[in-house]
């Protein structure tokens, strides 16, 4: 018997599980932003909106406006605001409808 | 189906009831959608589309078939011809040069057929719309399913494709983005 084949069986499997089991390697990735809408003033949003390269993060009044479709990972927001944005962790993120993919976060309501 | 294997699977909860059983067309459609999602996830063959994209989407798209995600135990399979596919997995700002090749491919797909946007281009994010670009694929194509991601993982475009053929829940609508000051 060749040896890889003995050596296959001795270190296990190596193909994921995923959609039975979750995959380990998923907390490595990078995943979009998570807000603390505790944090987030009015002119933190708009610092946020003017860091953000691919048009994902907007204000409109007290809200701000993340499309999460639009959104790269690159991680500018969190280093921009450390206190007030880390990472989501949800890489699970196939919508049926753009729509879905949009998100309200209401600021914290106060002017700069 | 042919009919012999309808015959054979009596009982197919894939078949839709009959139309008189069902009260609105929008019903109908819905149990339609249902049972053809239910055909396509035994076997679904997928042909990508690359209408402008960096290139690493179709590094991410590669890796499916490779040993660790082995798209294949999940029944999709990669399909080199639109005519075999089932699937169009589109990635790409969907540049407007693209325009006649893109509606020639969709067309050359048998019918029912799904289209599946890939990548923030695909959905909006790094292009906005201009002279040379639709800025997002459903400008061009009818999408079924977003995947989002710069570029989308692997494990990420497994979960789009088992959403598109109904086996997995689409969870982003209930996701919100935000994390009181208590986590983390």
Known sequence: MPLWFARGLRRGVVTTRYPARPDPSAAELPTPPAFRPDALTRELADRLSLVCPSWALTRNGDVLIFDAGACTACGRCREAAPGAVTASGEFELAATDPAHLVKRIPLLGEGP | ?184
């Not at chain 2, 990508?48 to 890796?63: K, M, V």
């Not at chain 2, 596919?85 to 067309?107: C, H, N, Q, S, W």
């Not at chain 2, 995947?147 to 997995?168: E, F, N, Q």
Request: proline content about 9%.
């Open chain 2, 1 to 184: 189906m042919s009919p012999a294997s309808a015959a054979g699977d009596s009982g197919n909860p894939a078949l839709p009831a009959s139309p008189a059983a069902l009260a609105s067309p929008a019903e109908a459609a819905d149990a339609l959608r249902r049972s053809v999602a239910r055909q396509f996830g035994r076997s679904l063959h997928i042909r990508t589309l690359d209408t402008g994209s960096c290139a690493a989407c179709e590094q991410e798209i590669r890796l499916l078939t490779a040993p660790h995600y082995d798209l294949h135990r999940l029944g999709f399979f990669f399909t080199p011809a639109p005519r075999h596919a089932d699937l169009l997995m589109v990635t790409g700002p969907m540049i407007r040069a693209f325009d006649i090749a893109a509606r020639k491919t969709y067309e050359a797909m048998p019918g029912p057929k799904l289209v599946v946007a890939t990548g923030a281009c695909a959905l909006g994010g790094v292009y906005q719309p201009d002279a040379f670009t639709h800025g997002t694929v459903g400008e061009t194509l009818p999408v079924d399913v977003w995947i989002p991601g710069c570029p989308p993982s692997p494990l990420a475009l497994l979960h789009g494709l088992l959403v598109a053929v109904d086996r997995l829940a689409a969870k982003v609508r209930d996701l919100t983005f935000t994390r009181s000051g208590g986590d983390r």
